[in-house]
């Protein structure tokens, strides 16, 4: 475990025990300092403190279980312009982990699930990799290539009825107007790398298992998948986006792949203060299939 993780798992204790009492404490990082003096006692400390976590887990991942977002109320959102989650520049995780997804490959084949009409398409497009996308929103999708000063064509995908792709070849971007449970590596085939920002997070609680083995069918043998999470107190706040906790994160992909906690951030802002929250964690997760050349 390196010390971004455990610091991290510290950080998570301490959020929970200020949760469970319900006292705004920041990070209470008491009991890991009291485990390096007295070890047995340490160790105590933690076992009692992992299990109050799981339960506290358990609790805060039922408050959202039943929550549900129809496709029609996204497509609402984009209508009315309540598009809040979406970023004028660069996502600064993308900016900060591209080496580590790009593992010193070049022209590598990029799935963005749940894309909205996220810019970071274009950077990676403008570095000469190629974009898949998947959005139920054709207003999201057209007001992408719109705003980014890029034609398109538009075609139906035989495969999905109903479904039609977006293409602008010149830069080599795809993307599918469908909904994400209807696609497969049988239309675009698998991806080099994922970048999932807004999706796990946004698809609805109740379909993360199915959402894990889609993503997972989506994997090259050397993909590199990066994940967006959240942690707050769901007590506050119903979502979308919705709390993931690195727990389920390693429940969802541990079987088939690795997972490494890359980094984990103070990400609170006033947004997020109107959403009711007095705290909100961003972490990045990369994930790799096991036994692939990718782990390197
Ligand atoms: N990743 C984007 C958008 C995140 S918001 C970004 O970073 O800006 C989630 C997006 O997913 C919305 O644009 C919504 O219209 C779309 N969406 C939600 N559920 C979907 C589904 N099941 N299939 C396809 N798109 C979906």
Partial sequence: MNDDF????LVWCGFLNSWVNGIPVKYNLGPSLSSRVDQRAGDRARSTSDSSAQVNISRM????AERVMA???????WQQDRIGFHQPTVHRML????DKVLNGRTGVRFFFPLCGKAIDMKWLADQGHSVVGVEISEKGIQQFFEENNMTFSEEPVPEIPGAKVFRNPEKNISLYQCDLFQFSSSIA????????RGSLVAINPKDREKYAALIVSLMDNDCRYLLDTFLYNPDQYRGPPFFVPDEQVRSLFGSSCNVELLQSVDALTDRQ???????????????????SSATK
Avoid: P, V, Y
Avoid at 61 to 64: A, F, V, W
């Fill in 95 to 98: 900016e900060k982990n591209l």
């Fill in 189 to 196: 085939g698998r991806f080099g790398a994922i970048w999932d």
């Fill in 6 to 9: 455990t610091g991290c798992l």
């Fill in 61 to 64: 991942l039922g408050q959202q």
């Fill in 273 to 291: 203060r109107d959403w009711g929250l007095d705290s909100f964690m961003e972490n990045i997760h990369l994930i790799t299939l096991k036994n």
């Fill in 71 to 77: 496709l029609g109320e996204w497509e609402e959102r």
